[in-house]
């Protein structure tokens, strides 16, 4: 992925503390994958995890932490400025794609932190979470998770599309349409839950495509390695990768994000079209 040299960075945009303390069920995408794991293992409801008090110390509010992120250029002193330029240029993005858009942060926290959906730690990854709109990330998931233990190849495109993808999830949650899913407690390949997902991803594949179309966007270029990348992570996600890498064995009936080839297939949509209304995952056949 290439930035734009030059383009400034809005740091205000990044979290500096926890939000409130709530129950409502956090969105993983690219997300919450041990806590995945977990579930599939032990038949546990993934949601029932977050609240819990496991290792890590709690991040606080406090002074912003990407606030010498000016410029892009400071990522390359400071590799965590990245974190800027993707919420910059997904925000900027949907502000203009979508007229009820609200802007909100990203917050990146180190080990365990409070949030309006539970207590998070490490092992929950990438989440969005409702109750406060706001995308949580931990800051070791990229290396020790997505590409560590899951296997991804990584690079800067795949862990832009994993933030894209929870800002999937706000679009759904402004819409409605996270609410109508999360009311139907189901599970498997057609159930509103793995179709809430597989519409972030094509969510992230249309800001994919419109990343470098901004001429005051922090992304100059997409590359083709980059759309690889990005799809390569999609794919490390999978419901049925997991529970192959997991358990050794596929349970489709279980399935909450959808299987490999359907995270591929819904993050080619978004980016070959570029159109959000192409994103209608709740079509009877879409899966």
């Given amino acids: ?72 250029t400071d990522i390359s002193t400071d590799r965590d400025c990245r974190f800027v330029a993707y919420t910059n240029s997904i925000q900027a993005f949907w502000a203009k794609a979508y007229s009820g858009y609200q802007q909100t942060q990203t917050q990146v926290f180190d080990g365990q932190i409070a949030t309006g959906c539970g207590t998070a730690t490490a092992e929950v990854g990438p989440f969005y979470c409702p109750a406060d709109k706001i995308v949580y990330l931990e800051r070791t998931f990229f290396d020790e998770m997505l590409k560590g233990q899951l296997g991804a190849k990584g690079g800067d495109a795949a862990e832009a599309y994993v933030i894209a993808h929870e800002y999937g999830h706000h679009i759904s949650d402004l819409t409605g349409t996270l609410t109508q899913a999360q009311s139907i407690k189901d599970t498997g390949p057609k159930s509103a839950q793995v179709r809430l997902e597989l519409q972030a991803d094509c969510y992230a594949g249309v800001w994919l495509a419109n990343a470098s179309k901004d001429p005051t966007s922090p992304i100059e270029a997409v590359t083709a390695d980059d759309v690889n990348r990005a799809v390569d992570a999609a794919k490390a996600v999978g419901d049925d990768r997991i529970q192959m890498r997991s358990s050794g064995q596929v349970s489709p009936e279980s399935w909450t994000h ?30």
């Fill in 1 to 72: 992925m290439q930035y734009r040299s030059g383009a400034n960075l809005d740091s205000s945009q990044m979290g500096s503390g926890g939000g409130r303390r709530g129950t409502t069920v956090a969105l993983g995408g690219g997300a919450a994958i041990l806590v995945a794991i977990v579930a599939m293992l032990f038949g546990l409801n993934p949601s029932d995890l977050l609240g819990g008090t496991t290792a890590g110390t709690p991040t606080t509010a406090g002074t912003n932490q990407f606030e010498h992120c000016k410029t892009v």
């Fill in 258 to 287: 959808g299987s490999s080839a359907m995270r591929r297939k819904w993050l080619a949509v978004g980016f070959n079209s570029g159109d959000p209304n192409k994103c209608d995952t709740f079509a009877a056949t879409a899966p």
